[in-house]
């Protein structure tokens, strides 16, 4: 009997069978921002020290001197290689900040009415503001347009995660601010090193696919800088639609319609008037004789030159 058992990775059925996931925290690039920070500790603890211990001698003794740039070294450089370690950390809540702060507004502001009002009236206003958002047209497109920015995003950074890995630490665009516009999401992206805007425009279809819309097309947010683009996601054709025109309503109205007669064109070719010409003459017409005339008494007769210029000949 097989040592594996119902649910592992070699049974393809059942609990067992493998799928993909994106984590929000990768263990490569986690992995890859800690040795960063390893790195960057000693070399800011070098420099910062050295720095320290120069400027210390000025005031201090130089055996006094060398403790205090060693603890401002290891200071600063512990400050800098923490940010660096915990920047994956940063990154999520960067990308999940629209949504946290929008649920510490909702709490807020249940907390605020509570200390002034009793759970019911806070609940009315609660499904006031929902429903005024789901019934009136303009407030509903802004909400969905809002809502379709903050998919994009996540949806986007599943893009990167699975098929457009920059580099071998899987280190991820910079996914910055979506916006609505009339035909989709805006969003604007700063590629890191091993990403190029070439190979997007290759994964256009995939991305198209994975962000639930029509199109997607790239282009360059700044001419300085090719690292800095737009994506733009396409859910709907503006210009396909039809659109009323103001102009019809200021054409005059009283004006009669002027009706213009329309020429009779021949059906056929009437030849009738037209006369038969016969060409056949009863009359021969003498050859043209061409060359010398001929000659009398054996002496050819002079000819008149057919050019003036040689009448002298």
Known sequence: MSKGSFGTPKHKGGLGRRHTSVAVIQHNVQYSYLRTAKITF???????????????????????????????????????????????????????LPEITFALLLVDGWVYLQDWTNPIITGVIYASIIAACGLIPFLRRYVLALAWCLIVRHRLRVCFASFLSADRHGHLPFIGVAKPIPVGERVWLWLRPGLSLEQLESQLGRIAVACWAASVTVTKARTSNAAVIYLDIKRRDVLGGLVGSPLTEEL???????????????????????????????????????????????????????NPDLDWI
């Open 42 to 96: 000693y070399v800011v603890l070098a420099v910062v020290g050295l720095f320290a211990a120069v400027i210390s001698t000025y005031y201090l003794h130089p055996l006094a001197a060398v403790p205090i740039g060693l603890v401002a070294g290891t200071i600063v450089g512990g400050l800098v290689a923490a940010v660096i370690a915990i920047w994956p950390v940063l990154r999520a809540i960067w990308w999940w």
């Open 252 to 306: 005059p109205t009283d004006v009669p319609a002027i009706i213009r007669p329309v020429p009779t064109l021949p059906a056929q070719l009437d030849l009738a008037d037209v006369p038969d010409v016969d060409d056949t003459d009863p009359t021969e017409r003498p050859a043209k004789k061409t060359g010398r005339a001929p000659a009398v008494n054996g002496t050819p007769a002079k000819t008149t030159p057919d």
